[in-house]
């Protein structure tokens, strides 16, 4: 019985950690994509720059979600395990 439990509570950490990785790399590739796309349409249409700000910041404050999601999870998952 409790072989079982330590495997589903394995293979529920392990879901949770692929989630995250999914999540970040998702999060990565629009970040990059946003950055490529505002620097091509910066150097094209000498758009102002206060829209490079505002969406740069907008960035940062996705990743600073997406890295406190991260902690809080595996916090989560570190109290599960002990």
Known sequence: MLTVLVVVLVVII???IIIIIVVVVVVVVVVVVVVVVVV???VEEGIAWFI????SLEVVM????TVVIF??????TNKNEQ
């Not at 490079?52 to 969406?55: A, L, Q, T």
């Not at 996705?62 to 979600?65: F, Q």
């Open 40 to 42: 091509v349409v910066v």
């Open 14 to 16: 392990i879901i949770i």
């Open 71 to 76: 902690s809080v999870l595996t916090k989560v």
């Open 52 to 55: 490079v700000v505002e969406v």
């Open 62 to 65: 996705i990743v600073v979600v």
